[in-house]
């Protein structure tokens, strides 16, 4: 079983250094995002993206946080409160169970966590099954490189080798996108 991101380092999930490399508005500017879409933030954290993907979905449109790990939800949960959010649903998942309906989201989103799962292809899957037809998968996740923030590189996934496992579950690879050196964000559809 791979080894899974613990809460108890949650503050390095967002500070200073963080947001210099890894700013939120910028990945908002790359993903397909629309007002009244339904995006499932499969792995949000403490909702890193998942406040940013709220405000612009606006009213119309819901953002699915959802975690395996109950502590992330509760600082994603206070968090929601704190910015007065009212389009955000908390869902405490399996990794391969989403526990949302069948088709309900125009885009699926996960953030940092391809480089964990145990088992891609299941999930994947579970990745088609809520999406939409035409819908997007959005995966963003640590490039692999050497460096001294995030996981060490043994645990990195290759861009290369992501695109494969899409390939291989039917997805069609819309366009890869680089943050830095340290980010890739790959955008795929049904």
């Given at each position: 079983?791979?080894?899974?991101?613990?809460?108890?380092?949650?503050?390095?999930?967002?500070?200073?250094?963080?947001?210099?490399?890894?700013?939120?508005?910028?990945?908002?500017?790359?993903?397909?995002?629309?007002?009244?879409?339904?995006?499932?933030?499969?792995?949000?954290?403490?909702?890193?993206?998942?406040?940013?993907?709220?405000?612009?979905?606006?009213?119309?449109?819901?953002?699915?946080?959802?975690?395996?790990?109950?502590?992330?939800?509760?600082?994603?949960?206070?968090?929601?409160e704190n910015e007065n959010l009212a389009?955000?649903?908390?869902?405490?998942?399996?990794?391969?169970?989403?526990?949302?309906?069948?088709?309900?989201?125009?885009?699926?989103?996960?953030?940092?966590?391809?480089?964990?799962?145990?088992?891609?292809?299941?999930?994947?899957?579970?990745?088609?099954?809520?999406?939409?037809?035409?819908?997007?998968?959005?995966?963003?996740?640590?490039?692999?490189?050497?460096?001294?923030?995030?996981?060490?590189?043994?645990?990195?996934?290759?861009?290369?080798?992501?695109?494969?496992?899409?390939?291989?579950?039917?997805?069609?690879?819309?366009?890869?996108?680089?943050?830095?050196?340290?980010?890739?964000?790959?955008?795929?559809?049904?």
């Amino acid at each position: 079983m791979t080894k899974k991101f613990k809460a108890k380092n949650m503050a390095k999930l967002d500070n200073p250094m963080r947001r210099k490399i890894l700013p939120p508005n910028r990945v908002m500017e790359m993903i397909p995002i629309e007002k009244g879409y339904y995006i499932a933030d499969v792995g949000c954290g403490i909702g890193y993206f998942t406040i940013p993907m709220a405000k612009a979905v606006e009213e119309g449109g819901i953002i699915y946080a959802i975690d395996i790990n109950d502590k992330m939800l509760e600082e994603t949960k206070r968090r929601i409160e704190n910015e007065n959010l009212a389009n955000v649903e908390i869902i405490h998942s399996r990794e391969n169970d989403f526990r949302i309906e069948d088709q309900s989201v125009d885009m699926v989103f996960t953030a940092t966590v391809f480089h964990e799962l145990d088992e891609p292809k299941s999930f994947l899957e579970e990745c088609k099954r809520v999406l939409k037809n035409e819908g997007d998968l959005v995966i963003l996740d640590w490039n692999r490189i050497e460096e001294d923030m995030g996981p060490p590189i043994y645990k990195r996934k290759d861009v290369e080798y992501v695109k494969k496992c899409v390939l291989d579950s039917s997805f069609e690879v819309q366009k890869v996108d680089f943050i830095g050196n340290s980010f890739y964000v790959i955008t795929c559809t049904v």
